[in-house]
C-alpha cells in the first residue's frame, strides 16, 4: 500500500527538526504539521522568505499570513494584548486559535507577514513537529497551509507533496493533524474564520456572544480566508446529500453511508479531522461530481459547514 518515501519528506525526530531549523535559518521554506493542518512555514522577520511562501503557494495577492511563536511572552513581543485577548490566550493556547492584535512597533515581523497592516495574526501551536520547529530555529515562523492557492488545506505529509512538489525544501511527516481544519480566527469579538475553538467556546470566555461566523462583520477588517471560493476542489460539490448520482462521489455522515465516510457514528470532532482528507479522495476519485451528506451545524460543526460551503461555491 504504501508507496516509496518522497525525498522532501522527514519523519518527525530530532534529526528531521534539526535540518528544518537549519533551512529556516537559511531563509528556506519547511511545511510541518500543526494540530489543525500542514503549514508551509518560513522565518516570519526574513521578507525574502516570506515572498517565497506566497511564489510557493501562488497566491495571487499578498494575503497575511499568521505568525507562530513560541508562548504568550514571544507572541508579547510582537503584538498589543487587551483584556479580551488575554482571556482568550490564555483559555486556547498552546491551541487552533488565532488572534487579530495590533502589531508592535519594532516587532521583528517582515511587512509582507502583516501586508502592510498595523494588526498581526498570532498562535501558539499544541502540536510537537512545530512547536520543536520554532523551539529550534528559534525565531517567530509565518505559516499559511501548505498548499497552491485555492486548494483543499492538507491534513497529511502526502497532500503536501501533491500540492507543492519541491516547493517546500522538506516536509516533516508527524502523521494526519488530529483538528483537520484550520485554525478559528477572532479579532476583538469578532469571529473572522469559524474553527477547532468554536464561538459557543468564545463566547464563555470572553463572556458575550461573538460575531461574525466567517462573514465579514463590518470595517476594515476581512479575512482573505473568508473569500466564498477559498477552500475549493476541482469538482462540482453538492451539499445535504442524502444519496448520491451514479456520477458522483458520496462523502457520508451518520445514517448515510458514503464511500467514505465522515464519522459512522455521527462524532462532528472525527468528522473534521477527516473532512479535507475526504475532499482530496473525491477529488482524485474517477467520479465527476461530489455529493456530501447533511451534517448538524452546531458546535464545530459551523466551522465544518463554513468550509464545505466555500468548497461549493466556485
Ligand atoms: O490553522 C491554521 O491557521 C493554519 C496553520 C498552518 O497554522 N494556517 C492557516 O493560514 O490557515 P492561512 O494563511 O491559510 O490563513 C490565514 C488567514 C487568512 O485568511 C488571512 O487573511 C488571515 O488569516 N489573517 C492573517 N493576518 C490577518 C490580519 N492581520 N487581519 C485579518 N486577517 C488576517
Ligand atoms: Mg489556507
Redesign the pocket.
Known amino acids: 500500500m504504501m508507496a516509496e518515501p518522497h525525498p522532501l519528506v522527514r519523519r518527525y525526530g530530532t534529526a528531521a527538526i534539526a535540518e528544518a531549523a537549519a533551512a529556516i535559518r537559511a531563509g528556506r521554506l519547511v511545511a510541518?504539521p500543526?494540530?489543525?493542518?500542514?503549514?508551509?512555514?518560513a522565518d516570519a522577520g526574513d521578507s525574502a522568505a516570506v515572498a517565497r511562501i506566497y511564489a510557493a503557494k501562488g497566491r495571487p495577492s499578498f494575503?497575511?499570513?499568521?505568525v507562530?511563536v513560541r508562548d504568550r511572552a514571544e507572541a508579547e513581543r510582537l503584538a498589543v494584548f487587551d483584556r479580551a485577548a488575554d482571556a482568550l490566550a490564555a483559555a486556547f493556547w498552546p491551541g487552533?486559535l488565532?488572534l487579530?492584535l495590533p502589531?508592535r512597533a519594532g516587532a521583528p515581523v517582515a511587512s509582507l507577514?502583516?501586508?502592510g497592516?498595523d494588526?498581526?495574526?498570532i498562535?501558539v501551536?499544541a502540536h510537537r513537529a512545530?512547536r520543536a520547529l520554532i523551539e529550534a530555529a528559534g525565531r517567530p515562523l509565518a505559516?499559511?497551509?501548505?498548499?497552491r492557492s485555492n486548494g483543499i488545506?492538507p491534513t497529511r505529509a502526502a497532500h503536501v507533496v501533491a500540492s507543492l512538489g519541491a516547493a517546500a525544501e522538506l516536509v516533516i511527516d508527524d502523521g494526519p493533524c488530529a483538528?483537520g481544519?484550520?485554525?478559528t480566527?477572532v479579532?476583538g469579538a469578532t469571529l473572522?474564520?469559524p474553527?477547532p475553538v468554536t464561538a459557543e467556546a468564545i463566547g464563555r470566555v470572553l463572556g458575550r456572544l461573538v460575531s461574525g461566523g466567517g462573514q465579514p462583520a463590518g470595517g476594515t477588517?476581512?479575512?482573505?480566508?473568508?473569500?466564498a471560493t477559498?477552500y475549493a476542489p476541482a469538482k462540482p460539490l453538492r451539499l445535504g446529500a442524502g444519496w448520491a448520482e451514479p456520477d458522483e462521489w458520496l462523502i457520508g455522515f451518520d445514517g448515510v453511508e458514503g464511500d467514505d465516510t465522515l464519522s459512522v457514528s455521527g462524532d462532528l470532532t472525527e468528522a473534521a479531522a477527516r473532512l479535507f482528507d475526504a475532499l482530496h479522495r473525491a477529488d482524485a476519485s474517477d467520479r465527476a461530481r461530489i455529493a456530501v451528506a447533511p451534517l448538524p451545524a452546531t458546535g464545530i460543526g459551523e466551522a465544518i459547514h463554513d468550509r464545505l460551503r466555500r468548497a461549493a461555491t466556485r
Do not use: K
Not at 494575503?63 to 499568521?66: K, Q
Not at 505559516?143 to 498548499?147: F, I, R
Not at 477588517?221 to 473569500?227: N, R, S, V
Open positions: 510541518i500543526t494540530e489543525t493542518v500542514y503549514g508551509l512555514a494575503n497575511p499570513l499568521i507562530h487552533p488565532t487579530v502589531l507577514v502583516t501586508a497592516l494588526t498581526v495574526a498562535r501551536p512545530m505559516a499559511p497551509s501548505a498548499n488545506s483538528a481544519l484550520e485554525s480566527i479579532a473572522l474564520r474553527g477588517i476581512t479575512a482573505p480566508g473568508q473569500l477559498h
